[in-house]
DNA sequence: CCCTGATTCGC
DNA sequence: GCGAATCAGG
């Protein structure tokens, strides 16, 4: 993939609304990552957004880089944790969020779930709609404990629950038994 | 930890 | 020209 006339159009449109790099990768899509945004917003000389009065940016020290072996990310094993505010979990964001976007708000795009390019460690990765459709979203919301569950409070019930089913059901079987 | 944009430099 | 890796900061 590269940078199309349509994609760059897209990406000064979206860039002037406001929308920061990682959403406007996440709207591109077509692998089209926050970086490769940072990097063409600077090319096309769209920096500076006129926000950020910061304009005096010193950028001191060149930090050479280290030239690092990319180091493979460790991942710790994850005990589901069925914790979490349910009625949170299950809350509509307008609600949960009073509203922290004054005026961007009519840019932001779609669901308010997340696609897989906004989808972080942190949330919770169920799946909503079709996994084919280009509708389809993960439910995003941040799950408890840290990331400890790979889900929401409430999707972590649902997941697990007929798991939690099937094990009653076998204690309740093993008790009779032991009665008989 | 989550995120933001800025910068470098091998490709 | 491109963008991953990295940095500096909120």
Same mark, same amino acid.
């Given at each position: +993939?590269?940078?199309?006339? $349509? /994609?760059? $159009? =897209?990406?000064?449109?979206?860039?002037?609304?406001?929308?920061?790099?990682?959403?406007?990768?996440?709207?591109?899509?077509?692998?089209?990552?926050?970086?490769?945004?940072?990097?063409?917003?600077? /090319?096309?000389?769209? &920096?500076?957004?006129?926000?950020?009065?910061?304009?005096?940016?010193?950028?001191?020290?060149?930090?050479?880089?280290?030239?690092?072996?990319?180091?493979?990310?460790?991942?710790?094993?994850?005990?589901? &944790?069925?914790?979490?505010?349910?009625?949170?979990?299950?809350?509509? #964001?307008?609600?949960? +969020?009073?509203?922290? #976007?004054?005026?961007?708000?009519?840019?932001?795009?779609?669901?308010?779930?997340?696609?897989? =390019? $906004?989808? #972080?460690?942190?949330?919770?990765?169920?799946?909503?709609?079709?996994?084919?459709?280009? $509708?389809?979203?993960?439910?995003?919301?941040?799950?408890?404990?840290?990331?400890?569950?790979?889900?929401?409070?409430?999707?972590?019930?649902?997941?697990?629950?007929?798991?939690?089913?099937?094990? #009653?059901?076998?204690?309740?079987?093993?008790?009779? &038994?032991?009665?008989?």
């Amino acid at each position: +993939m590269s940078w199309t006339d $349509e /994609r760059v $159009e =897209m990406l000064r449109k979206l860039w002037n609304d406001g929308l920061s790099a990682s959403q406007v990768a996440a709207e591109i899509g077509a692998g089209i990552t926050r970086n490769a945004v940072i990097g063409k917003i600077h /090319r096309l000389g769209l &920096a500076q957004r006129a926000k950020t009065p910061i304009a005096a940016r010193p950028r001191v020290a060149k930090p050479q880089r280290p030239q690092q072996v990319a180091a493979p990310r460790m991942h710790h094993g994850h005990a589901p &944790a069925i914790v979490g505010n349910v009625a949170l979990a299950l809350a509509p #964001r307008a609600l949960v +969020m009073p509203d922290a #976007r004054p005026q961007e708000e009519v840019v932001i795009p779609m669901s308010e779930r997340v696609t897989l =390019m $906004e989808l #972080r460690e942190s949330m919770c990765r169920w799946p909503i709609g079709d996994p084919t459709s280009a $509708e389809f979203r993960f439910c995003g919301a941040r799950s408890p404990g840290g990331g400890g569950s790979p889900y929401c409070g409430y999707h972590s019930q649902i997941a697990y629950q007929p798991v939690q089913d099937r094990r #009653r059901a076998r204690d309740q079987l093993r008790s009779a &038994a032991r009665l008989a």
